[in-house]
């Protein structure tokens, strides 16, 4: 199915600040306790698509690289926020990677798995990668944000994509910035499946 035509196949930065901001306002949990896995597992398993995202501390040396810090996971109820570096997440990551009946939903999804498979091994059953679906549809533009702004007609600020995400509390606008982005992956894919895009 074609893109409708309203929807621009480019979107200019002055079209992109002229966009209201927009973040997740919902509940969010920050994972630290085993029953919190639970709880969390038992919510992401109920659903048929969940937003995915990862976080990794930026790298500022050539040749210098880090493992992915947290990984955000986005309900139509909650967003839950797993520290890697501190809670072995494995076994509930893995279990909704691993589900056929619930879509992980994501930008760039390919390198977020890579580099979470430094950290466990698991299996994907049904992942989808937002950007490539963005591509087959002839968008040029197919970052998170520019495909919020063109589908979803908000803006996600950028603010805090650089800050150090291993460190051992995160700021509330860390955690606001990391919910946003797995929210807005989950809003998408819903987006493009009332357009018939999927």
């Known amino acids: 199915m074609p893109l409708p035509p309203e929807y ?3 979107i200019t930065r002055e079209e992109m600040n002229a966009l209201p901001i927009r973040r997740y306002e919902g509940e969010v949990h920050l994972l630290e306790s085993p029953q919190a896995l639970e709880r969390a597992a038992a919510d992401i398993l109920r659903e048929a698509v969940v937003g995915f995202d990862t976080e990794t501390r930026p790298a500022f040396r050539k040749g210098e690289s880090h493992l992915p810090s947290l990984a955000q996971v986005a309900t139509g109820r909650a967003v839950y926020l797993f520290p890697l ?3 072995d997440c494995s076994g509930v990551l893995g279990a909704l990677l691993g589900a056929p009946h619930v879509v992980a939903a994501g930008v760039a999804l390919a390198d977020d798995l890579r580099q979470l498979r430094q950290l466990f ?3 994907v059953a049904a992942a989808l990668d937002l950007g490539q679906v963005a591509r087959r549809h002839g ?5 998170l944000r520019n495909l919020t702004g063109i589908f ?3 803006r996600i600020p950028k603010g805090t994509k650089t800050t150090n995400w ?4 995160l700021s509330p606008q860390q955690v606001t910035y990391a919910a946003t982005d797995a929210w807005a992956c989950r809003e ?3 987006r493009f499946q009332g357009l018939g895009l999927l």
């Open 121 to 123: 091994e698991f299996e």
């Open 139 to 143: 968008l040029k533009q197919t970052g």
């Open 8 to 10: 621009l196949r480019q």
């Open 85 to 87: 570096q501190r809670v």
């Open 152 to 154: 979803l007609g908000t």
């Open 188 to 190: 998408l894919y819903l």
């Open 166 to 169: 291993a460190v051992p509390r």
